[in-house]
């Protein structure tokens, strides 16, 4: 799988992926095999798994006209409504629901400290601090009353 470069001179970061979407690219990566074969020597090789029919880079608008297309049809979605972004809103939202600490969410989606994570997630991040309950339940143990 190639990188479309989008992190420009920032740090590269590698995030693991989940199972099912490892899945997904190598299925992804597999059906483009039917790709190359069509395009024949129009076939532009730059080493991505998501690419235009012809192996090109995709770019922000083809991202967000394959994005519509694949949400169209589904009950109580209009896909003309989302882009992309909501996946990035989506799993922060899913993380912080999960209880994974604010500073983790920030470094996995990119930014540089919780400021920023809070500002523009404010509304998807769940108001717990569980740092200092689980640090005591540590120390203390769980309540004896409710075994």
């Known amino acids: 799988m190639g990188s479309s470069g989008a ?19 190598w299925y ?15 076939w ?13 880079p995709l770019d922000a608008a083809n991202v967000r006209r394959a994005f519509r297309q694949a949400l169209k049809g589904i ?13 990035r809103h989506s799993f922060v939202y899913l993380l912080s629901d999960r209880g994974v600490p604010l500073e983790e969410i920030s470094r996995l989606v990119g930014h540089s400290g919780t400021a920023v994570t809070e500002e523009v997630y404010r509304k998807r991040i769940r108001p717990v601090i569980q740092t200092g309950a689980v640090v005591i339940d540590g120390i203390f143990g769980a309540d004896p009353r409710r075994s």
Do not use: Y
Not at 7 to 24: D, F, I, K, S
Not at 75 to 87: K, S
């Open 7 to 25: 992190l420009g001179t920032r740090a590269r970061r590698t995030p693991a992926l989940p199972a099912r979407c490892v899945e997904a690219l």
């Open 28 to 42: 992804q990566f597999e059906e483009q095999g039917w790709d190359r074969l069509a395009a024949g020597d129009d």
């Open 44 to 56: 532009e090789e730059h080493g991505l798994v998501l690419s235009s029919a012809v192996g090109k």
């Open 75 to 87: 009950d109580g979605i209009n896909a003309d409504e989302w882009t992309p972004r909501e996946l």
